[in-house]
């Protein structure tokens, strides 16, 4: 039987289990993540948004439902979801302060299939302003903070989940991605991330505040599970990965096939270490390095290079683009007539990241097509390269988590890679490597830097084989450790 410490960093699986031999009850699992959140979130501010009313309520029917001999993948399992999803009677702001009370009427639909298979929802968790940082902050809700170092960032834009899930805040988060915002939070705070396929998981209702609650399928953007534990990802992904009834029939559905393989030895692992537009640190190469001799070790097949690696520098500046483009068509006109006449100043021969993100942010129709058309190639030369590869193993970022830094203008902001100052928007590259062609990514923990933070790879896939990077992770964590728990007291 599990202790009450035990249940607050058991898994989803180890968790229903105990539910369904009535060991616990799921108002018991409800109130020890509730007293978990009173006594810990003070110094973490990860889930602002508390919902414990409903959420008991919502664990008694679960109680009462499993008495009747009712199951189910979440009954009764307690976890939170990004703030930025819509959940019927709870705010959604984005951390964007004139949407302070705006509340939506329904469920987004991924919220909905998740109450549906019986999860507790007991809040949500922090963002930062508009979703639009590395870092979680708003002037709404405040900092969060990372539970291994509460100096530093636990990452963004899902920073609020992966702090939650690192301090025992329930077993899984529903979390988003355009730019490593499920990815780079999970490097940073010791957890698993999984950013499927684009287009894989329905989108309708996690949407900026005040608008229409349809599905919000902006470029590169995705919605994405988070956990302690890869067979977790998995589960809410098969749970989440649904069609969508949408009034004029059902819509296109890309469902998952199993894993390539269920073997470590069975893998083939191209491994990339370092990224032409900014180093990677001497302790996340070094984990990705003896990760790699590890599965050589186990007899997995790993390289270090492939002619049908799509050129990175290429990518990084095709990603530049299509981001910004992403991001700044949601701009007032104001701003957007800002970024426009800056585009206009650029030389023409400026090839830097800087330049592209400029670029980008004033990208006209007919230019966006020509992007697009190159982003059509890469993918070609991913899906080659998948043939002769199952997993591209890689950093997630090029450093551990870093300080806090709240500086107004974000693109003037720096990040330190080894004492060497960068732009603080390169680091976006990592996450550019499959947002920009759609393609799959988990991340897994796999080690700690000197100081004790957690270190974390990416594991890109075969586009619309979500399972086999998820697969790989949990066969990373059976063989060499996952998750650890920070120390909170």
């Given at each position: 039987?599990?202790?009450?410490?035990?249940?607050?960093?058991?898994?989803?699986?180890?968790?229903?289990a105990?539910?369904e031999?009535?060991?616990?009850?799921?108002?018991?699992?409800?109130?020890?993540?509730?007293?978990?959140?009173?006594?810990?979130?003070?110094?973490?501010?990860?889930?602002?948004?508390?919902?414990?009313d409903?959420?008991?309520?919502?664990a008694?029917?679960?109680?009462?439902?499993?008495?009747?001999?009712?199951?189910?993948?979440?009954?009764?399992?307690?976890?939170?979801?990004?703030?930025s999803?819509?959940?019927?009677?709870?705010?959604?702001?984005?951390?964007?302060?004139?949407?302070?009370?705006?509340?939506?009427?329904?469920?987004?639909?991924a919220?909905?299939?998740?109450?549906?298979?019986?999860?507790?929802?007991?809040?949500?968790?922090?963002?930062?302003?508009?979703?639009?940082?590395?870092?979680?902050y708003?002037?709404?809700?405040?900092?969060?903070?990372?539970?291994?170092?509460?100096?530093?960032?636990?990452?963004?834009s899902?920073?609020?989940?992966?702090a939650?899930?690192?301090?025992?805040?329930?077993?899984?988060?529903?979390?988003?991605?355009?730019?490593g915002?499920?990815?780079?939070?999970?490097?940073?705070?010791g957890?698993?991330?999984?950013?499927?396929?684009?287009g894989?998981?329905?989108?309708?209702?996690?949407?900026?505040?005040?608008?229409?609650?349809?599905s919000?399928?902006?470029?590169?953007?995705?919605?994405?599970?988070?956990?302690r534990t890869?067979?977790?990802?998995?589960?809410?992904?098969?749970?989440?990965?649904?069609p969508?009834?949408?009034?004029?029939?059902v819509?296109?559905?890309?469902?998952?096939?199993?894993?390539?393989?269920?073997?470590?030895a069975?893998?083939?692992?191209?491994?990339?270490?370092?990224?032409?537009?900014?180093?990677?640190?001497?302790?996340?190469?070094?984990?990705?390095?003896?990760?790699?001799e590890?599965?050589?070790?186990?007899?997995?097949?790993?390289?270090?290079?492939?002619?049908?690696?799509?050129d990175?520098?290429?990518?990084?500046?095709?990603?530049?683009?299509l981001l910004?483009?992403?991001?700044?068509?949601?701009?007032?006109?104001?701003?957007?007539?800002?970024?426009?006449?800056?585009?206009?100043?650029?030389?023409?021969?400026?090839?830097?990241?800087?330049?592209?993100?400029?670029?980008?942010?004033?990208?006209?129709?007919?230019d966006?097509?020509?992007?697009?058309?190159l982003r059509?190639?890469?993918?070609?030369?991913?899906?080659?390269?998948?043939?002769?590869f199952?997993?591209?193993?890689?950093?997630?970022?090029?450093?551990?988590?870093?300080?806090?830094?709240?500086?107004?203008?974000?693109?003037a902001?720096?990040?330190?890679?080894?004492?060497?100052?960068?732009?603080?928007?390169d680091?976006?590259?990592?996450?550019?490597?499959?947002?920009?062609?759609?393609?799959p990514?988990?991340?897994?923990?796999?080690?700690?830097?000197?100081?004790?933070?957690?270190?974390?790879?990416?594991?890109?896939?075969?586009?619309?084989?979500?399972h086999?990077?998820i697969?790989?992770?949990?066969l990373?964590?059976?063989?060499?450790?996952?998750?650890?728990?920070?120390?909170?007291?």
């Amino acid at each position: 039987m599990l202790s009450t410490e035990d249940y607050a960093y058991a898994t989803v699986r180890e968790l229903a289990a105990a539910l369904e031999a009535r060991e616990v009850s799921a108002v018991e699992l409800a109130e020890v993540v509730i007293q978990r959140i009173h006594r810990y979130d003070g110094k973490l501010n990860a889930v602002p948004v508390r919902d414990f009313d409903r959420a008991l309520d919502a664990a008694r029917k679960a109680d009462r439902a499993r008495a009747r001999g009712a199951g189910g993948p979440l009954l009764g399992i307690p976890m939170t979801v990004k703030e930025s999803f819509n959940v019927a009677g709870l705010p959604t702001t984005w951390g964007i302060p004139p949407f302070k009370d705006f509340v939506p009427a329904e469920d987004a639909l991924a919220v909905a299939r998740l109450k549906a298979a019986g999860a507790v929802i007991l809040g949500k968790t922090n963002v930062p302003i508009a979703l639009g940082d590395l870092q979680t902050y708003n002037p709404l809700y405040g900092t969060t903070n990372n539970p291994w170092d509460t100096s530093r960032t636990p990452g963004g834009s899902s920073g609020g989940s992966a702090a939650a899930l690192a301090a025992g805040f329930g077993p899984v988060s529903l979390g988003s991605d355009i730019a490593g915002s499920l990815r780079l939070p999970a490097h940073f705070s010791g957890v698993y991330a999984h950013k499927p396929s684009l287009g894989l998981l329905p989108s309708r209702g996690h949407t900026p505040p005040a608008t229409p609650p349809l599905s919000y399928d902006r470029d590169l953007a995705v919605i994405g599970p988070m956990a302690r534990t890869a067979a977790d990802l998995a589960l809410l992904l098969d749970l989440l990965a649904e069609p969508e009834a949408a009034g004029l029939g059902v819509a296109y559905r890309h469902e998952p096939p199993p894993a390539r393989h269920d073997r470590l030895a069975d893998y083939r692992v191209l491994v990339l270490d370092s990224h032409p537009a900014i180093p990677t640190s001497t302790e996340v190469a070094a984990a990705i390095d003896g990760l790699a001799e590890k599965l050589a070790a186990a007899g997995a097949r790993v390289e270090r290079h492939s002619p049908l690696l799509p050129d990175q520098t290429e990518a990084a500046r095709l990603y530049m683009r299509l981001l910004l483009a992403a991001v700044a068509a949601a701009y007032p006109p104001d701003a957007y007539e800002q970024v426009r006449k800056a585009a206009e100043q650029i030389d023409s021969g400026d090839v830097s990241l800087a330049a592209e993100r400029a670029r980008g942010a004033a990208l006209s129709h007919r230019d966006w097509l020509e992007t697009d058309a190159l982003r059509t190639r890469h993918r070609a030369a991913w899906a080659a390269l998948f043939t002769q590869f199952d997993v591209v193993l890689c950093p997630a970022a090029p450093t551990t988590a870093f300080g806090h830094d709240h500086s107004a203008d974000q693109w003037a902001r720096r990040i330190t890679v080894d004492g060497v100052e960068y732009d603080y928007p390169d680091q976006l590259v990592w996450a550019g490597v499959a947002s920009a062609p759609g393609n799959p990514a988990t991340v897994a923990p796999v080690a700690r830097s000197r100081d004790g933070l957690p270190i974390g790879v990416q594991l890109i896939g075969p586009i619309f084989e979500d399972h086999t990077p998820i697969r790989f992770a949990e066969l990373l964590e059976r063989e060499f450790g996952g998750f650890a728990a920070p120390n909170l007291d």
